[in-house]
């Protein structure tokens, strides 16, 4: 039962351009989501997060929305640099210190 | 954030050995979390590493198969056991607080052959 999936196992996208990762979810019991970029040979590194009570948060270039009624997160990364590319895995939460279950993944490749 | 490291980085076993993994974090903190990220797959936690208490597993996961120990708040040891080429994944360890916020360790890396 994946409780947390992002469909998309890759994209593409120019230097400069917008990248929109996606990320679904089923247990509304969730109230906190967080992204995580991971480059090859390293661990996953924290990105940026959003609470349940919250539709919007913003740091820099990267930018999460969260539509509760839709179950659904996405990580908005403006503008586009090739320094982006690697992997980035949408995470959620029940509660704090608790377990974070991770989605697939979405492999990100922005090109020159 | 914490400083996390691995030992080792990676590693060739033959089936049926054991392994044992180190974290070490470079400040004293309140959770660890070992994750496994089988080829291909997700994240999935392994279980939850309390000081002074047996971990705590999840579903899937059992003691005898991968013992933990954490024995004070900047260190704990995952061990793989009986290996088979099943366990063939990136092993990683996390830290936190009592907040929503992980911070990871840079994994490794398991070849069962």
């Known amino acids: 039962d994946q409780q947390v999936k992002q469909n998309s196992p890759s994209l593409s996208v120019q230097e400069g351009r917008i990248s929109i990762l996606n990320c679904d979810y089923t247990n509304s019991m969730f109230d906190y989501f967080l992204w995580y970029k991971k480059y090859p040979a390293e661990g996953p590194t924290f990105l940026i997060s959003?609470?349940?009570?919250?539709d919007k948060n913003e740091d820099g270039r990267f930018t999460v929305f969260l539509n509760k009624s839709a179950k659904h997160l996405s990580l908005h990364i403006v503008p586009s640099q090739p320094g982006d590319s690697a992997v980035y895995f949408c995470?959620?939460?029940?509660?704090?210190?608790?377990?974070?279950?991770f989605g697939q993944g979405t492999e990100l490749s922005v090109k020159p | 954030s914490a400083v996390i490291s691995q030992k080792p980085s990676r590693d060739i076993c033959q089936r049926g050995t054991s392994l044992t993994i180190q974290c070490q974090v470079d400040s004293q903190v309140t959770m660890m979390f070992w994750y496994r990220q089988q080829p291909g797959q997700s994240l999935t936690l392994i279980a939850t590493a309390n000081q002074g208490s047996e971990a705590t597993y999840e579903s899937g996961f059992v003691i005898d198969k991968f013992p933990i120990s954490r024995p004070n708040l900047t260190f704990s040891t995952l061990t793989v056991s009986n290996m088979s080429p099943e366990d063939s994944s990136i092993y990683l360890c996390?830290?936190?607080?009592?907040?929503?916020?992980?911070?990871f360790g840079p994994g490794t890396r398991l070849t069962v052959t």
């Open positions: 996390s830290v936190g607080d009592w907040s929503y916020e992980q911070y």
């Open positions: 959003i609470s349940s009570i919250k």
């Open positions: 995470a959620a939460s029940e509660n704090q210190g608790g377990k974070l279950i």
